[in-house]
Antibody, heavy 126, light 108 residues
Framework: QVQLQESGPGLVKPSETLSLTCAVSGYSISSGYYWGWIRQPPGKGLEWIGS???????YYNPSLKSRVTISVDTSKNQFSLKLSSVTAADTAVYYC???????????????????WGQGTLVTVSS | SYELTQPPSVSVSLGQMARITCSGEALPKKYAYWYQQKPGQFPVLVIY???ERPSGIPERFSGSSSGTIVTLTISGVQAEDEADYYC???????????FGTGTKVTVL
């Protein structure tokens, strides 16, 4: 049974970089699938941030692409999120999830996220 | 940027049927997925690939697709179905993902 757990600072100052890690248990990241980050501001909806394959191949939300870096550490079976130049608008619960891609002739045509971690609240404030 | 539009709220009487729609231009060519999220909890997948139900999800949850609109139907709504529901799909590139605006289901 795949389980994911987010970790990282709960408070980040404006203009600094938010850093989170997602530890995966019950499945080896190197075996396949993509792995993604999703966030949810308090009282608001869900927003996909980006996804990464174990090879390091990444896809990012175009609206966040200039500030986001997602990396993977297969030796530790975990992947990480960095979001730079944060503002109060980046305050949110951040979830990590397994990203199951829809593959059509070796091309990604879509996909879904399951299972999810419990989520971690990150507040941007001085 | 690509958008998926849902009604903000749906109210339904206990035991009746609830229908939640999600509209998006790419939906005729892209599968949709549905998530249920209860307060303080992470989202749970209830429908995948438009109409497939994951194991463990009650049969009262079903999905359908017609053109640019996909629909999540909850038949015989139970009190525990009160939650926020989000659709998910990809844009035309297939590699950028968007969640719907979300629908709050209230059970009367």
């Amino acid at each position: 049974q795949v389980q994911l757990q987010e970790s990282g600072p709960g408070l980040v100052k404006p203009s600094e970089t938010l850093s989170l890690t997602c530890a995966v248990s019950g499945y080896s990241i190197s075996s396949g699938y993509y792995w993604g980050w999703i966030r949810q501001p308090p009282g608001k909806g869900l927003e996909w941030i980006g996804s990464i394959y174990h090879s390091g191949s990444t896809y990012y939300n175009p609206s966040l692409k200039s500030r986001v870096t997602i990396s993977v550490d297969t030796s530790k079976n975990q992947f990480s999120l960095k979001l730079s130049s944060v503002t109060a608008a980046d305050t949110a619960v951040y979830y990590c999830a397994r990203h199951v891609p829809e593959m059509v002739a070796a091309t990604i045509e879509g996909g879904w996220f399951d299972p999810w971690g419990q989520g971690t609240l990150v507040t941007v404030s001085s | 940027s690509y958008e998926l539009t849902q009604p903000p709220s749906v109210s339904v009487s206990l035991g009746q049927m609830a229908r939640i729609t999600c509209s998006g231009e790419a939906l005729p060519k892209k599968y949709a997925y549905w998530y249920q999220q209860k307060p303080g909890q992470f989202p749970v997948l209830v429908i995948y690939k438009d109409s497939e139900r994951p194991s463990g999800i009650p049969e009262r949850f079903s999905g359908s697709s017609s053109g640019t609109i996909v629909t999540l139907t909850i038949s015989g709504v139970q009190a525990e179905d009160e939650a926020d529901y989000y659709c998910l799909s990809a844009d035309s590139s297939g590699t950028s993902y968007v969640f719907g605006t979300g629908t709050k289901v209230t059970v009367l």
